[in-house]
């Protein structure tokens, strides 16, 4: 059951819930004990103010030795309430008159002060009146105690201490009251707050529920479907478009994947059936003369060539895509790397009388992987050369612009129709697949630009087509300079 996120949500909610409402209700209890202590308070000093008046009346209006005593006495008649007691104490602490010295006017008001003048909490609160003009504090006795109230007041000439108990039974009362209904209220909130908050929980977790039901159908088959977007503007409207576009990243690549693997298959397929072919019909007939053998075999060799070479080129791309090829980067000169492939690539154009130059550059220092550089310096020969009539011409330049090498190699080829140039460096991409193979023996399987660009731009360079009309082609490598030791 913990393992529902709806489950888990209410259990937080109803835990928050509840603690913010026993924090309320605490806050609320502290601010209505402290507002009834306050009126309390105010009430015990007003009652003064209005029993020392008559006090004071009644003084003037008696005579003889108890006048005081008698005034106090007749005061105190006035003012009784069933929850207070007076009590007027001369300046030793002596009581003087209290009402416990005067009868009730009713039976049920003497009783309840009975003793609290004498109780020990009472003794401290008035030693402590003593030493203070106004003294608001608590006595116990009675059921739930008294507030007490002490003044100082002066009569005839003396100093006499009045302290009037109010009893706390009826906030006290007021507070039970309020706690008990604290009580049962938090409870029933709770219970209706979770149940709400579950349902809650559940009604907005129902778009997710249906989102995972709708992901959990979608599989290699049917990879083209999506989760339906019911507001784009919310967050699970944003899940759900992530998820979409996840899955629309996913099916590229998964389209990529099969095109792939069926290019790949597809040009495997040819050299694979020329060698069977081969040897089927070098097998087919009793004896054959050393020079078919040797031609049969000539041909076999020539195709598991072709073969080597389609199934390194597929190596690599795998590895490259896969972010596995390690680069081993060393310092050298570009420039002399150019004459070398230059160098090795003459014995192609001798045959097909084509003239190469490279024309000499300044000295280009970079830290390269030569091998893979050699290899993208070869394709683009290559491909220079095969696709150049006889007696044309394949120039080679290498000069640095800015903070990079620019490295054109030039043919006067008949180029690339214009609407196949974007397409150029697809995998397995041949302009003319025609004529790439019948004119070339051992032609490419269109994997060469893809690696010579991947190879630029392992480097942090780029590969471009920078022309290509029906007067030829110009391919230029755009390679970093880098300040490097061989320099
Ligand atoms: P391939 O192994 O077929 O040469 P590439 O990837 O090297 O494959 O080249 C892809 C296609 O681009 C080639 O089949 C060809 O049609 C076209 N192409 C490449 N270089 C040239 C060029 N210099 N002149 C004309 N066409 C070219």
Redesign the pocket.
Same mark, same amino acid.
């Given at each position: 059951m913990l393992d529902s996120v709806r489950f888990r949500l209410t259990l937080w909610y109803t835990a928050v819930l509840t603690l913010v409402l026993i924090v309320l209700s605490l806050i609320t209890y502290f601010i209505f004990w402290r507002s009834t202590l306050q009126r309390t308070d105010v009430n015990l000093s007003e009652l003064s103010e209005a029993f020392l008046t008559t006090l004071d009346a009644e003084v003037k209006d008696q005579s003889g030795p108890d006048s005081f005593e008698l005034a106090g006495r007749v005061a105190i008649t006035e003012h009784r309430f069933r929850d207070h007691v007076f009590a007027i104490f001369d300046e030793s602490g002596k009581i003087v008159v209290s009402s416990q010295d005067v009868p009730p006017a009713a039976p049920a008001t003497g009783s309840f002060a009975a003793g609290a003048l004498s109780a020990h909490s009472f003794q401290r609160f008035l030693e402590a009146s003593s030493r203070t003009e106004r003294l608001f504090g608590n006595v116990k006795g009675g059921e739930d105690g008294y507030r007490g109230f002490a003044r100082h007041f002066s009569s005839d000439g003396k100093t006499y201490i009045l302290v009037i108990l109010q009893s706390l039974h009826p906030q006290e009362e007021m507070l039970e009251e309020v706690t008990s209904t604290f009580a049962w209220v938090i409870p029933i909130a709770i219970v209706l707050a979770s149940v709400g908050g579950y349902f809650l929980a559940r009604k907005s977790l129902a778009p997710v529920v249906a989102m995972s039901r709708q992901a959990g159908r979608i599989g290699a088959v049917n990879l083209h479907e999506r989760l339906a977007v019911q507001n784009d503007k919310d967050e699970l409207g944003h899940l759900a478009r992530s998820f979409n576009s996840l899955l629309d990243r996913l099916s590229q690549s998964f389209e990529r994947q099969q095109r792939f693997m069926a290019d790949a298959s597809h040009e495997l397929r040819t050299p694979v059936a020329i060698l069977r072919g081969e040897a089927e019909v070098a097998l087919s007939q009793q004896s054959r003369s050393p020079e078919e053998y040797r031609e049969s075999l000539g041909v076999l060799h020539q195709e598991a060539e072709r073969l080597t070479h389609i199934v390194e080129d597929l190596f690599t791309l795998t590895r490259a895509d896969a972010g596995q090829y390690p680069l081993q980067p060393r310092d050298f000169y570009l420039d002399e790397l150019v004459a070398e492939c230059v160098h090795s690539a003459r014995t192609l154009v001798l045959a097909k009388k084509i003239s190469l130059n490279f024309e000499e550059a300044c000295e280009s220092p970079i830290q390269a992987d030569e091998s893979l550089l050699r290899r993208m310096i070869l394709?683009l020969l290559d491909? #220079?050369i095969?696709?150049t009539a006889e007696g044309g011409r394949v120039t080679v330049t290498c000069s640095r612009a800015g903070e990079e090498y620019a490295l054109s190699i030039m043919?006067t @080829? &008949? &180029?690339?129709p214009a609407d196949l140039q974007p397409r150029?460096f697809e995998r397995f /991409?041949? #302009?003319?697949k025609a004529r790439?193979r019948a004119e070339n023996d051992g +032609? @490419? #399987? +269109? %994997? &060469? %630009?893809?690696i010579s660009r991947w190879i630029a731009e392992a480097h942090h360079g780029r590969l471009e087509l920078t022309r290509?009309d029906s007067i030829g082609?110009t /391919?230029t490598a755009y390679l970093p300079a880098r300040q490097s030791s061989a320099a």
């Open positions: 394709n491909n #220079a095969k696709y043919d @080829g &008949g &180029g690339i150029i /991409f041949r #302009a003319d790439s +032609g @490419g #399987a +269109g %994997l &060469g %630009l893809s290509s082609s /391919f």
